[in-house]
């Protein structure tokens, strides 16, 4: 399960605050958004389980009369989810073409739709409730393509799963094990970069870059919002880790060998507009609080073009 269910999961603890002095600024600085790229052709994947064909002996075993109810759920949750990713391209780009194929359809959507980049959304269900064709279907398509590919999420540990990651829950145990009572992060947490040399964080070593904030230049922090109770058990073979957190290990990752591009991420840096979003009279840095996600989110879109 990546979202969360309130009545089922309890969250770790409040929203970490930023470090001092960072805490301590007495004012706030304007930030602008432009469309800095001109185009790009993104197909956004849906992780989320569609009907019965996608679900596991274990899921028909466990949910039994509530099938169709959960499946309506993911549905709900999927149609929110993707619309959120697709806000974000139409806000980054001045002339997006994108399309949006479920995780069943994503390699024949690639041929048919040849993208610049593919971006993968979370998810709500364990993965052990998936059917494991499903789940093969995805593993050979992930491990072969050669366009760029961002994870989100349940989107960055279906990766590492087509990889030979393993995923458990933040306490780490197996995911059947615990369903209903696991640790569940679901507030602004902050992340540390372990890689600034990678270009995903192209600007935060320039002393004059306007770009980043003070806490990421200063201090390598990005401040992201987290919604998930399982992770990665490691960073498997070929991925090399750029960023982690005291609670989940494994923040981000990317793949730049045998000619591909896949950047993942746990958090979900997508929630960056919804954030701008919600007060429309000011655009002060206090209410857009996942601003870093956006960045990112921007500069992948960047390599992705370059990339191709």
């Known amino acids: ?70 499946l309506r759920r993911e549905r709900k949750i999927a149609e929110l989810a993707l619309a959120n990713i697709r806000n974000n391209v139409e806000r980054l780009v001045q002339r997006p073409d994108i399309q949006i194929a479920h995780l069943s359809e994503v390699e024949a959507a690639t041929t048919k739709f040849q993208p610049d980049a593919i971006v993968l959304s979370g998810t709500l269900s364990d993965f052990d409730l998936y059917s494991p064709a499903l789940l093969e279907g995805f593993a050979r398509f992930i491990r072969e ?20 990651a393993h995923i458990i829950t933040l306490d780490k145990q197996e995911q059947h094990e615990n369903r209903t009572h696991r ?25 004059e870059s306007g770009l980043w904030q003070d806490y990421t230049r200063e201090s390598r922090r990005l401040r992201v919002w987290q919604n998930h109770g399982l992770q990665l058990d490691r960073v498997p073979a070929g991925f090399k880790q750029i960023a982690t957190a005291y609670f989940c290990r494994n923040q ?7 000619g591909q591009l896949i950047y993942t991420v746990q958090f979900h840096l997508e929630k960056s507009f919804e954030d701008y979003d919600r007060t429309r009279a000011t655009r002060w840095e206090h209410p857009n609080e996942s601003r870093d996600g956006r960045i990112i989110f921007e500069n992948f879109l960047r390599l992705a073009l370059q990339y191709n």
């Open 1 to 70: 399960m990546q979202e969360l269910e309130p009545n089922r999961v309890t969250p770790i603890d409040q929203a970490e605050p930023l470090p001092f002095p960072f805490n301590q600024r007495t004012f706030c600085r304007y930030e602008p958004i432009e469309k800095r790229i001109e185009q790009a052709r993104v197909l956004i994947v849906d992780d989320l389980l569609r009907d019965r064909r996608d679900l596991s002996a274990t899921a028909y075993q466990e949910w039994g009369r509530r099938t169709d109810s959960n």
């Open 145 to 164: 393509t050669r366009t760029p590919v961002l994870g989100i999420c349940g989107g960055h540990q279906l990766v590492g799963l087509s990889f030979g």
């Open 183 to 207: 640790p569940f992060e679901y507030q602004y947490r902050l992340v540390l970069i372990t890689d600034l040399d990678d270009p995903i964080f192209a600007g935060v070593k320039d002393p």
């Open 252 to 258: 981000m990752m990317v793949k730049r060998t045998d």
